[in-house]
């Protein structure tokens, strides 16, 4: 067969390909980048689908609208206003399938082989992927604890001239970073400024450990004149309610939002309406604050009892930042003692060892980062946690004994 000529532009997921290594028994796995199933609140969840089933079963069951289900998009504009949105209405947003379909929307609608894409480095390894789909050229700017820098960033804009910037402002995956709210600001008033579109991408922006984040840059952009025109905002309920109702949304100007709504007619006519209609009814419900308390509570802890773990287990050959929120950590190895300096290498060891992590350097759209590392704790306990990075020391500690 001759396949689409794009395809050689991909190729498949090393955290997919990872996955197949992870049947061994006793695997204990800090390599996805899942919420912990037993954080779902499934009686909620079930009441939502009940109350849909008994009150409104034939919309719920029926095909639907493109742009989303009435409903859900009324309670998604209600959620956004919570989180400081200001100015936004049901028919400025489309409900699409997860966060991940609005980006490959984004893709669609904005980019041709000749484009560039400025993103993290690192960043959302999917992204890299959707966007390198349709064929443009996909740019690294360097990121620290505070998220990207800003003046390398704008340096890539005025020599590269992109299409659009892609950016996980907040707790991003996955450097777990969190983009400083003076930060956020410039970026809005760098996309006037320049005219490019800003794609943020906010699934984790919920899950915070302590004082909340800085408002997202669709909440700044009132303060921005201007900026609302270049700004693409990819909300989801994935990492918060259930991935496996794969509801997310698309918030962007309207000539773009036409145009992704368009595409999506080509690709699923619409987002499942009965997963929409309970996503609606469980919004409208009033439990999602105490499912949100629960979840950042259990995160938070995990998150401490890992970085205490790394510390313990590893010292000083890795370093990192302890995340505010989200899902992940993000080392690097510094090879000291004659540890290794390597992902790939210690990724390989803890196998064999009975623990998994990602190594870093497929999150990198060019000039990867090989002593990089990703590790999630949303899916161990803190005894797993414990015993997870004890088998890490250990494979580290005989690898230095093996290279003396």
Not at 225 to 249: D, N, T
Request: neutral net charge.
């Amino acid at each position: 067969m001759q396949f689409a000529q794009r395809l050689n532009n991909v190729e498949t997921s090393a955290i997919r390909e990872l996955f197949k290594l992870l049947g061994k028994p006793g695997i204990i796995s800090f390599a996805g980048g899942f919420p912990d199933s037993a954080m779902f609140d499934v009686e909620g969840i079930r009441q939502a689908s009940e109350h849909v089933l008994a009150h409104e079963p034939g919309p719920a069951l029926q095909y639907g609208a493109t742009e989303g289900y009435p409903a859900l998009r009324e309670q998604l504009s209600h959620f956004m206003a919570s989180k400081g949105v200001t100015g936004l209405n049901p028919d400025g947003l489309i409900v699409t399938t997860g966060s991940q379909q609005a980006l490959d929307l984004i893709g669609k609608t904005m980019l041709d082989p000749q484009d560039t894409v400025i993103v993290e480095a690192p960043t959302f390894l999917a992204t890299i992927q959707c966007f390198r789909l349709y064929g443009p050229r996909v740019i690294g700017a360097p990121i620290d604890a505070h998220g990207v820098d800003v003046d390398a960033l704008e340096a890539l804009v005025v020599q590269h001239k992109p299409k659009l910037i892609y950016l996980v402002p907040t707790f991003g995956n996955p450097s777990g970073a969190m983009l400083s709210l003076e930060r956020r600001l410039r970026i809005l008033e760098l996309a006037v400024r320049h005219q490019v579109l800003v794609v943020e991408d906010d699934p984790y922006g919920d899950l915070y450990f302590g004082a909340p984040p800085p408002p997202s840059l669709l909440a700044l952009s009132e303060r921005v004149p201007g900026s609302r025109e270049w700004l693409a905002h990819c909300g989801s309920l994935s990492k918060v309610l259930s991935p496996g109702l794969r509801v997310g949304w698309l918030i962007a100007p309207p000539e773009l939002l036409s145009r992704a709504t368009m595409c999506k007619q080509f690709s699923d006519a619409h987002t499942s309406t009965f997963a929409q209609a309970t996503a609606a009814q469980y919004l409208k419900s009033g439990r999602m604050p105490a499912t949100l308390d629960k979840v950042r509570q259990v995160y938070a802890q995990r998150a401490q009892a890992m970085g205490k773990a790394l510390q313990r287990e590893l010292g000083a050959a890795v370093r990192f930042t302890q995340p505010q929120g989200g899902l992940f950590f993000w080392a690097y190895l510094t090879g000291a003692g004659g540890a290794p300096s390597d992902g790939q290498v210690l990724a390989k060891l803890a196998i064999d060892k009975g623990v998994a992590f990602v190594p870093g350097a497929p999150f990198y759209a060019d000039h990867p980062d090989t002593s990089s590392l990703r590790l999630s704790f949303a899916t161990a306990d803190e005894a797993k946690i414990d015993e997870g990075m004890g088998r890490l020391g250990q494979a580290v500690r005989e690898h230095i004994q093996g290279a003396t």
